[in-house]
């Protein structure tokens, strides 16, 4: 095991006392996440949403087969 690991392992041992649970999220920050959440969701659902309800295009627009673009000599 490299020196490296063995000292964040020894920093991740410390940061929890022995006996101690480890405290999950507090009251606020599931509420912070929670609407985070929400927010991404409705926003990617609005996006979608709002490609997918414009018309179909009444002409196809393609680029013209040959395409003279002057840089190569015949």
Known sequence: MSVLTR??????A????PGKPVA?????GAT?????????LAMTIFCFWRIMREPAPETHHHAP???????VEQ
């Open 7 to 12: 000292q964040l392992l020894a920093l991740a």
């Open 24 to 28: 999950g999220l507090t009251p606020a």
């Open 65 to 71: 087969l040959e395409i003279e673009t002057d840089d």
């Open 32 to 40: 912070i996440m929670t609407l985070s959440i929400a927010l991404v």
């Open 14 to 17: 410390d940061a929890v006392e």
